[in-house]
């Protein structure tokens, strides 16, 4: 979960990045448009003191008295200006162009200063200097507006404080704000992200559905619900599950020790013939695997449902290993087998904590496995390596190996049976090697098949 201090400078960042981007893309905005507005319309260009100053040069003192030359006529026609006067230093007018009827000819000084920098009859006027005499320059009426505004000296001199601290208050606001928005969101997403963090652990949440995060915590909740009836389901279906496996073990155990007993006796009875006594003894082997399986079924179901406690206690990995393989031998392997150790020196003082009789069930299923899939007979070599962080088993045979299928299988979950391999053997080996914190690796050989390998982590 983020802290509250990551998630608030999260806001503030954002906050006050977009703050600039919006000032600065308005205040582009404005200068472009200014600037557009200024190109598009050539009248505004005929606004500038420069452009008064080149009408004003065109003007020409004769004897007969002011006039404009015919330049300075075509820069009038092409300028925004409506008409144009010239008065002398008395207020009377000397020269004019266009002038409206309402224009009076005479001016006095205190007409001059009201309209210099005003209006005239309500036309906006521009006055521009030619020596003692003035030009005149108006515009249409409602074409500009004109205001005044005065300020003291002493508050101009303050003006850029006022502004820095009008622009930090804003910002303070700004990020006060956004603290305050960013601690709510905060607060609001707390209860949510702790509830989605417990759902992992299946637990029965109920948030409460208020604030900001009312529907995204409500979702929480029917997804609470779900996953708590999906595992009462689970759970009720493996209760099922591991009732019936145990009901059946227990169900046909009395029986499979009487086909064991009386196999054993017509296998040994030498009054019977030895075909008879053959069937018989396929018939204890047979019996003795379905005993295995049993067995099988019953441990790989406690081992998945953890209801397998270990019984740990410290042990010579080498030597269950030399106790696994004369097992073999005294129980009469076939001499088309055979079995070899190889365990080095620095491996025979590792001692390891661990429940023996589950490993050597391991050990035992994997020489099996080997035994039951090479009928022809193979050689079984057995070898303990020694790495930095692990203790590695090593299982190699030279019959066929583990096929590409059993380890696809092997790699899925639960008793998938879908694909017609068996394996429950290897898995039980997995389930083992895991509840020892190691783990079973298929090592690829060189016919594509595979070979397993036990990896105890150190």
């Known amino acids: 979960m983020k802290s509250l201090g990551r998630i608030v400078w999260y806001y503030l960042a954002g906050a006050v990045l977009v703050f600039f981007l919006i000032v600065c893309l308005n205040t ?38 002011i006039v404009m030359k015919e330049e300075g006529i075509r820069l009038l026609e092409k300028s925004a200006f409506a008409w144009a006067m010239v008065l002398d230093e008395q207020g009377r007018r000397v020269w004019e162009w266009q002038v409206p009827e309402e224009i009076k000819e005479h001016y006095s000084r205190n007409e001059v200063a009201a309209f210099s920098r005003w209006f005239l009859e309500d036309y906006p006027v521009r006055i521009w200097t030619h020596g003692d005499a003035l030009l005149v320059l108006a515009e249409e009426k409602n074409s500009v507006g004109k205001y005044t505004m005065e300020i003291s000296v002493e508050d101009l001199r303050m003006l850029p404080g006022f502004m820095l601290l009008f622009l930090g208050t804003n910002v303070l606001l700004i990020l006060a704000l956004c603290f305050g928005f960013g601690y709510r969101f905060y607060r609001s997403l707390q209860p949510v992200v702790r509830g989605i963090l417990e759902l992992s652990q299946k637990k029965r949440l109920h948030l409460r559905e208020k604030g900001i995060a009312w529907e995204l915590a409500a979702k929480v909740n029917q997804v609470s619900e779900i996953l708590v009836e999906q595992q009462q389901h689970l759970d009720q279906r493996d209760t099922a599950r591991t009732s019936w496996i145990a009901g059946v073990s227990h169900d046909i155990r009395t029986p499979l ?30 019996s003795l695997q379905i005993r295995h399986l049993i067995e099988d079924l019953n441990l790989t179901s406690k081992l998945e449902y953890d209801a397998q ?20 031998y005294n129980e009469g392997l ?64 030279s019959g066929t190996g583990i096929m590409p299928s059993v380890k696809e299988v092997l790699e899925e979950s639960g008793f998938s049976m879908e ?40």
Not at 258 to 280: C, F, P, V, W
Not at 344 to 363: C, F, H, N, T, Y
């Open 257 to 286: 020790a009487l086909i064991l007993g009386y196999s054993d006796a017509l296998a040994s009875n030498e009054a019977l013939g030895e075909e008879e006594r053959g069937q018989a003894e396929a018939i204890r082997s047979q």
């Open 419 to 458: 694909k017609g391999v068996h394996v429950m053997g290897l898995r039980i080996v997995s389930q083992i090697a895991r509840a020892h914190g190691g783990r079973l690796v298929l090592q690829p050989k060189e016919n594509g098949n595979y070979l397993p390998e036990i990896w105890i982590f150190m």
């Open 28 to 65: 582009a905005v404005f200068l472009w448009t200014a600037w557009q507005s200024f190109l598009q319309d050539p009248l505004e260009q005929t606004k500038g003191s420069h452009y008064l100053a080149s009408i004003e040069e065109q003007l020409a003192d004769t004897e007969e008295g």
């Open 309 to 328: 406690s270990l019984r740990k206690q410290t042990f010579y990995p080498a030597n269950l290993l030399r106790e696994c393989v004369a097992e073999f």
């Open 334 to 397: 076939p001499e088309i087998y055979e079995i070899s150790l190889t365990v080095p020196k620095e491996a025979e003082r590792i001692r390891l904590s661990g429940d023996v009789k589950l490993w050597m069930r391991a050990v035992r299923n994997l020489i099996r496995n080997s035994v039951e899939h090479n009928p022809e007979g193979c050689v079984i070599e057995i070898s303990v390596v020694w790495r930095e962080d692990r203790l590695c088993w090593r299982f190699w045979d």
